[in-house]
């Protein structure tokens, strides 16, 4: 890829799992009522048929990695365990109660933090608590992050007794040196010994995250860590671009000098290298940093157009409505957004006295819902069209103007009814996204919210 064209469109901007993006929200946010009147409308409509989606965030690690920019709480006391999952089921509960009707999970994902930080019994009683008012749908698929060092093979059993069938293991690099540097130290054992378990068991989606413009990170790295993930054989790959947002997270990705990070063009160089041997090792390129082999559903919904992308990132299923439990969790109704509080103490407090723990929010208006499934189109398929008036709004020439040099450099295809990404220009599908991004372009920032696009 061209260095001149990295430098000029390398600039920071959002990774696009929701529209609109979190610091884009209506400042006035939204209230307890409004938001449950959402999900009510969203249950309705979609439970009897696609079912719904449900994110646990469990929050506890017991160390801090220095790339991570999740919520979590950094603890060693498992004691800590008991009282949270007490208030996830009473809050799912206070979900159930007001839905009126048994839910049926067809997506169920369990995020961190470290969620195999708590015990395989805990787990259990939580998917217990879940399914005691809750039903699976018949194409359901479960789904959790499991820590290398940690996940045991009764964390698996009871996982996949519980109906679950993919999981994902944070690797990030296998060079001991950038290990130290974000404190990730995790030996190429253990995410062996947890691929095998898993396949051994019957898990039928093992996934392994890679992360690229890491500290000390060469290219040699990106290349030994790729060539060690393939003899594991996961059946996707996510190979992320470190995100250096220090002005969000403050000291836990300040563990390093900024010198010790790649530069820009290293970075990139490090991205197209990789990607190149992933497909040479057979795994295809999936919406934006994912790879799947071809028997992986995540490669079939691209096929057949199906691919989702929601705050759990990249699905081979769509659900209109995503509950989210637990601290810091966000929820999505299709028609608005709400985030619940970021402290685990808040949380635990209101849920213990029946309170619906929101933090914030966003109902999203008429304009926004449009904007939304053109930035969903191309983020999944990489194209989107306005042929059909519903699609069409107000500023659409204004959004295509803004997109004037990005097709002088070939990285965009317009006509008089659609637009396509080729192949070539996905690593610019961020700055894509933001010509049609309205709330961006009303409200520049006037500091840095986002991490580099490219």
């Not at 217990?128 to 060092?149: C, L, M, R, V, Y």
């Not at 920032?445 to 490219?454: A, G, I, K």
Request: a negative charge; proline letters at 4%; hydrophobic letters at 35%.
């Amino acid at each position: 890829m061209e260095t001149q064209l990295i430098r000029k469109y390398n600039i920071p901007g959002p990774r696009y799992t929701s529209y609109p993006t979190v610091p884009f929200w209506n400042s006035e946010g939204i209230s307890k009522e409004n938001w449950l009147q959402s999900a009510k409308i969203s249950f309705d409509e979609s439970n009897d048929s696609e079912g719904v989606s449900v994110y646990i965030h469990l929050p506890f690690c017991e160390s801090l990695c220095t790339f991570c920019a999740c919520h979590k709480h950094i603890t060693k006391r498992h004691d800590v365990e008991d009282d949270y999952i007490d208030s996830v089921i009473k809050e799912w509960q206070l979900y159930v109660s007001h839905f009126g009707k048994t839910p049926q999970i067809r997506e169920l994902h369990l995020g961190g933090g470290t969620p195999t930080f708590f015990s395989a019994n805990n787990l259990q009683r939580l998917m217990d608590g879940i399914f005691e008012s809750a039903t699976k749908h018949p194409q359901h698929e479960f789904s959790f992050e499991g820590h290398p060092n940690n996940t045991t093979r009764e964390h698996l059993q009871t996982l996949y007794d519980a109906g679950f069938r993919r999981v994902s293991y944070g690797v990030q690099d296998y060079n001991t040196k950038v290990q130290k540097a974000i404190h990730r130290l995790q030996p190429r054992e253990n995410v062996a010994n947890v691929t095998k378990w898993a396949r051994e068991i019957g898990y039928t989606s093992i996934s392994h995250d890679l992360v690229f413009g890491l500290p000390f990170q060469s290219l040699e790295d990106v290349l030994f860590t790729i060539e060690k993930t393939n003899e594991l054989r996961p059946d996707r790959i996510a190979f992320y671009s470190y995100a250096h947002v220090p002005w969000v997270k403050g000291v836990g990705q300040r563990g390093f000098q900024e010198k010790d990070l790649p530069s820009n063009e290293t970075k990139r160089a490090l991205y197209e290298t990789g990607k190149q041997l992933l497909e040479d090792c057979g795994y295809i390129e999936i919406g934006m940093d994912h790879f799947a082999l071809r028997t992986d559903s995540l490669y079939k919904a691209t096929v057949h157009k199906t691919l989702h992308r929601n705050f759990m990132g990249y699905s081979a299923n769509k659900t209109q409505l995503m509950v989210g439990l637990g601290m810091s969790s966000i929820a999505d109704s299709w028609y608005a957004f709400a985030q619940n509080v970021k402290t685990v103490k808040e949380y635990q407090s209101l849920v213990g006295e029946g309170k619906f723990p929101l933090l914030r929010g966003h109902e999203l208006s008429s304009e926004d819902l449009v904007i939304r499934k053109h930035i969903l189109n191309i983020m999944c398929h990489f194209e989107t069209s306005w042929e059909d008036d519903a699609l069409q709004f107000p500023e659409l020439p204004a959004s295509l103007t803004r997109l004037e040099e990005l097709e002088k450099d070939g990285l965009v295809h317009i006509s008089d009814t659609d637009l396509k990404v080729p192949e070539v220009a996905r690593p610019f599908v961020r700055n894509i996204c933001m010509a049609f991004d309205l709330r961006l372009q009303k409200n520049k920032p006037t500091t840095q919210l986002f991490s580099s696009v490219v």
